[in-house]
């Protein structure tokens, strides 16, 4: 019975096992040192499962979640969520002249640059393509929308060698804010932000787009076509 009851203390599926409770101690107990590597394998592959291998931003996956997490949030604290669409222009043509790699290349110096802008709470996933997403926690849209100004210059320094090549990229981006008085869903949220991104493309990139600015032409009238176009020629 004794045996019992000590073998039940140290079960390796009981992840209350602690050095205190082996009588070998931290460095010699066999089972607390599997159950640590156990945890470091878990937290390993599920950054490998949240994380774009290329870019080692979060990938589509991390940002729906963590999307429907804030927006949630928000309607709890009543502090807003804003969020940033970020598409890089002319991208094809950089792959078109210079080749995948080195279209990479500009991916990997992108989000570094934006890795180095934003803060730590923020939420940099590749959203697809060359289209980046950035989820800003608690964040209303003037802070959000100066970030994102930011985040546009320093895309815009980004420099990259290819061979004898120095290649430059710029970036149209969408802002806008989730409030706690939205009734959206994170769908029709995020809709709303691509409109936004698709109106930076169409007032002439390298620029960044909130609900706020003003234009000759009505922004929010571009067509299916006009979508299709600014976004078939890069």
Known sequence: MGDSSQANKLSPTDTSVSPESCPLGEYDCPIYNHIQQLESRITELTEQVNTDSLTCLYNRKHFNESMAQELERTQRSRQPTS???????????VNDTHGHIAGDEVLKAVAKAIGNTIRKLDIACRYGGEEIAVIFPSTYQLVASQVAERLRQAIENCTVSHGSSTITITASIGVDTYTAQSKETAAQFIERVDQLLYDAKHLGRNRVATRTFS???????????????LFDDE
């Open 215 to 229: 234009s000759e032409k009505d922004p929010s009238h571009v067509s299916s076509a006009e979508k299709s176009a």
């Open 83 to 93: 969020l940033a669409l970020i598409d890089l222009d002319h991208f094809k043509a």
